[in-house]
């Protein structure tokens, strides 16, 4: 799998975008950008997706750039529910037998 | 609203007991995973199963068993548990094909083992 390197941690205000930044330079060609955050004492929660084009879903955007070297989380409208770890993960389509591996994240802390 | 549910939210045991972990999800996934999760040390797989009856080893798998005799359900077994056994438990399922890496997770399982 593509290493990546995401910030150790950023506050966000209530009610404002929160841009989440990735980098993964080594990524192939058919390896995927995934999104995960895990909120304290909760099991992960998947976010989103994406292999080229940019992704929308209820929960965010997901911004790749055209080389595919790095990606953005946007979380539109963030709340305090928000305040979670987010972890950034790039991996091809697998055969059975591969794990996710989540790497340190970035810990957002959404602010009053 | 889909669902990966765990038997209980936290369990405490003695060295020496077996432990089950039960793991069920309505999902109709294909496959299903036992992690466990440790502070410093990230998510390590234990084990996971494609299909029923299925099951392969992850990284960690000594000490642990596992079970899947129905699609939905997947066992986690502590045969004689230890005190370095104490860590959150968490089951995952996932579909196939794109969807493979998309894994849903329970609440976790805090295991204490004393």
């Known amino acids: 799998d593509a290493k990546t390197t995401q910030p150790t941690s950023m506050d966000c205000a209530e009610g404002r975008a929160a841009n989440l930044p990735c980098n993964h330079s080594?990524?192939?060609?058919?390896?995927?950008v995934y999104w995960y955050r895990q909120i304290h004492s909760q099991g992960p929660q998947y976010i989103i997706h994406g292999l080229k084009n940019n992704e929308t879903n209820e929960m965010a955007s997901l911004i790749i750039t055209e080389d595919r070297k790095s990606s953005t989380l946007i979380l539109p409208h963030a709340t305090l529910r928000d305040t979670a770890v987010y972890y950034c993960?790039?991996?091809?389509?697998?055969?059975?037998?591969?794990?996710?591996?989540f790497g340190g994240g970035t810990r957002v802390l959404v602010k009053p | 609203d889909v669902k990966v549910t765990q038997s209980s939210r936290y369990l405490v045991k003695r060295t020496g007991e077996k432990v089950f972990l039960e793991c069920v999800q309505d999902m109709d996934h294909e496959n299903m995973f036992w992690y466990r999760q440790d502070p410093g040390l990230g998510l390590r797989l234990i084990y996971f199963s494609y299909d029923v009856k299925m099951k392969e080893k992850g990284d960690i798998p000594e000490g642990y068993s596992v079970s899947r005799e129905k699609k939905e359900r997947f066992s986690l077994i502590l045969e004689s548990a230890s005190t370095n056994q104490t860590s959150m438990y968490l089951c995952a399922s996932s579909g196939m094909g794109e969807s493979y890496n998309e894994q849903f997770f329970g609440p976790g399982t805090r295991l204490t083992v004393l």
């Open positions: 080594t990524i192939s060609g058919n390896e995927y």
């Open positions: 993960i790039v991996r091809g389509l697998a055969a059975a037998g591969n794990k996710l591996t």
